[in-house]
């Protein structure tokens, strides 16, 4: 797994599952990966659906992904949908330095 995690780390998997490390049987799918970037920040948002309960509060998690390996979220419970319980995770970042004056 890259040490910075973009969009791209993350599309391929769209509609694939997410096991949540430490809870046994609980996986999160990844329904929607949006692109929110312009010329000076890179930032999208993961969307993911779990079951309507139990539901994660929001905390820090480590997912584990059969062809990404292990990566540490902090998930947002945004809350449920006819399919279950929708967590965001927010990435922002400037794309280059911020400018000086």
């Given at each position: 797994m890259p040490?910075?995690?973009?969009?791209?780390?993350?599309?391929?998997?769209?509609?694939?599952r997410f096991c949540v490390a430490g809870l046994e049987n609980y996986e999160l799918e990844?329904?929607?990966?949006?692109?929110?970037?312009n010329a000076q920040l890179e930032q999208f948002a993961l969307l993911f659906t779990g079951v309507s309960s139990p539901w994660l509060s929001q905390a820090s998690y480590r997912l584990t992904h059969p062809q990404m390996g292990e990566c540490e979220l902090f998930l947002?419970?945004?809350?449920?949908?006819?399919?279950?319980?929708?967590?965001?995770?927010?990435?922002?970042?400037?794309?280059?330095g911020p400018k000086r004056q």
């Open positions: 040490e910075t995690l973009t969009m791209d780390n993350f599309a391929p998997h769209l509609h694939t990844l329904a929607e990966v949006t692109d929110h970037s947002v419970p945004i809350g449920p949908d006819t399919t279950g319980m929708r967590y965001q995770a927010v990435f922002s970042r400037f794309i280059a």
